[in-house]
């Protein structure tokens, strides 16, 4: 299968260059202008006009995730539908053992969920517990191509981890080689404010918000970063929403410890105000941790230039408005998550490039696509515009004017969060392994995802 793709617009070395790229047996093969090759044994895009990015890696998202309140609303098979017509050809998943499971057994159970999925998949897996045999389940996964952990600090009802606990997975992934990534919350100070929220008869989706102030989510950032240097463990912090936690990121960034920080299209685009209202308008909103403040917005597009932030990661993780009324007189048990995989790039795109001087091409690739790729191990198959790389492409339309956001989604939850947003441009084409899967924001073709296993952390990833 071969494919050549005239007068792309890529960005190299910081510039946007026109150029041509040959694709064969789902590979990038050439990239150069005017390649010699024989354009009637070849299918041929004329992309002028066309910005023709990396399809992204999305390194955190929730697939028919299990809840109290059900399974999250998206499968592997809907989800990843909509990350394909957003620009996202690559996602990864969560492995969450239930207590007493071992990481291995669990890992296997969520690959066989899997297998639904249109786009390339890889999993972090979660230690909830520390047993005898965690450090050794840690290598074997390790052994296996799943080279990052995610630890929560909340929740520690359920799935978080005490911080001996936290500590003893550092040291684990450290010996073995991969890295850890850190939900920062103090679960036991959110939980105390929930539980007085409650006791007041504070029972609606704003006191979600109230309840984990934004020194909840800096003072776990730091600790996690503590623990990490300790540790000598390379730390990925999910979801950064505030400006205090950016300046411990900062800090140890300055101090030359391997931390990284993402943050989520919704901490750069929404704010608090969307919890004044009725149940049914601000239950959507409600994600851990919670929208903050404007300046919070500002710091965090600042820190994506300062490249104190290193990815922009969906989260996604919908609930219906049914789902999300389980908390209807109690906030603590609306189900946490949002949805927003098929929405990166059209977001970036417009609230980043066109409205900020600050965010160029080069860093929406690098968010978008390269850094997850690198951090996680699957670089350069997967984020990159380079020889040798797998041909997954977005080629992204600048010249539709200002519309609704494009609806990415074939599920039929009822809670999109950016709902009144407008944005520019759409995702126009997808190929994948080399092959058109989406046109005019359309899937049509589909091929089946793979399993991604990833190499150890490279502790050449730089943070600046
Ligand atoms: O609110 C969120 N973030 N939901 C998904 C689960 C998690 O905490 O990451
Ligand atoms: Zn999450």
């Not at 992309?47 to 299990?66: K, S």
């Not at 989520?264 to 919890?275: D, F």
């Not at 860093?363 to 690198?374: G, I, Y």
Request: with cysteine; glycine share 8%; hydrophobic share 35%.
């Amino acid at each position: 299968m071969h494919m050549l793709i005239k007068n792309a617009g890529i960005v190299t070395n910081g510039k946007l260059e026109t150029t041509d790229i040959y694709i064969r047996d789902g590979k990038l093969e050439r990239i150069g202008k005017n390649p010699e090759i024989s354009l009637t044994t070849c299918n041929t895009i004329d992309a002028g006009g066309l910005i023709v990015l990396p399809g992204g890696v999305d390194p955190h998202v929730h697939l028919h995730l299990n809840t109290p309140a059900g399974y999250s609303a998206d499968d592997f098979r809907t989800g990843s539908e909509a990350a394909l017509r957003g620009g996202t050809t690559t996602i990864i998943d969560f492995v969450t053992p239930h207590k007493g499971q071992s990481l291995v057994d669990a890992l296997d159970e969520r690959i066989a969920e899997a297998t639904g999925s249109i786009i390339d998949y890889s999993f972090h897996v979660s230690p909830v517990e520390w047993r005898t045999t965690t450090a050794k389940e840690i290598e074997t996964c390790i052994e296996r191509g799943f080279t990052s952990f995610k630890v929560y600090m909340a929740y520690q009802d359920s799935i978080g981890l005490k911080e001996d606990a936290l500590f003893k997975v550092m040291q684990s992934v450290a010996k073995a080689g991969g890295i850890v990534t850190a939900h920062c919350e103090m679960g036991d100070a959110i939980d105390n404010l929930r539980n007085s929220y409650f006791r007041e008869g504070k029972v609606s989706p704003l006191y979600h918000a109230l309840s984990r102030p934004p020194e909840t989510e800096s003072n776990a950032v730091k600790k996690a970063i503590e623990l990490a240097a300790k540790a000598s463990c390379p730390l990925y912090i999910v979801h950064v929403s505030s400006a205090e936690s950016l300046q411990h990121i900062r800090k140890a960034q300055l101090n030359n410890q391997k931390v990284f920080a993402e943050t989520c299209p919704h901490y750069l685009v929404l704010n608090e105000s969307e919890y004044q209202g009725a149940f049914d308008q601000t239950a959507a909103f409600v994600m851990s941790p919670p929208l903050r403040k404007k300046t919070d917005n500002e710091a965090l597009w600042e820190a994506i230039h300062a490249k104190v932030v290193q990815t922009i990661g969906t989260d996604h993780c919908p609930f219906t408005l049914s789902q999300k009324s389980a908390g209807r007189n109690d906030f603590r048990k609306i189900p946490n998550g949002v949805p927003g995989i098929g929405h990166r790039l059209n977001l970036l795109y417009s609230k980043g490039i066109c409205l900020r001087n600050d965010f160029d091409f080069d860093q929406l690739v690098n968010v978008f696509a390269t850094n997850p790729a690198k951090i996680f191990g699957i670089y350069p198959q997967k984020g990159a515009i380079e020889v040798g790389s797998d041909a997954d492409l977005v080629l992204y339309n600048i010249r539709i004017p200002e519309q609704d956001l494009p609806d990415t989604s074939s599920s039929q939850y009822d809670t999109d969060i950016y709902k009144t947003i407008k944005t520019k441009g759409i995702p126009e084409m997808v190929l994948f392994r080399g092959e058109v899967v989406v046109d005019k924001g359309i899937v049509i073709h589909q091929l089946k995802g793979r399993l991604l296993t990833r190499g150890l952390f490279d502790n050449k990833t730089g943070c600046h």
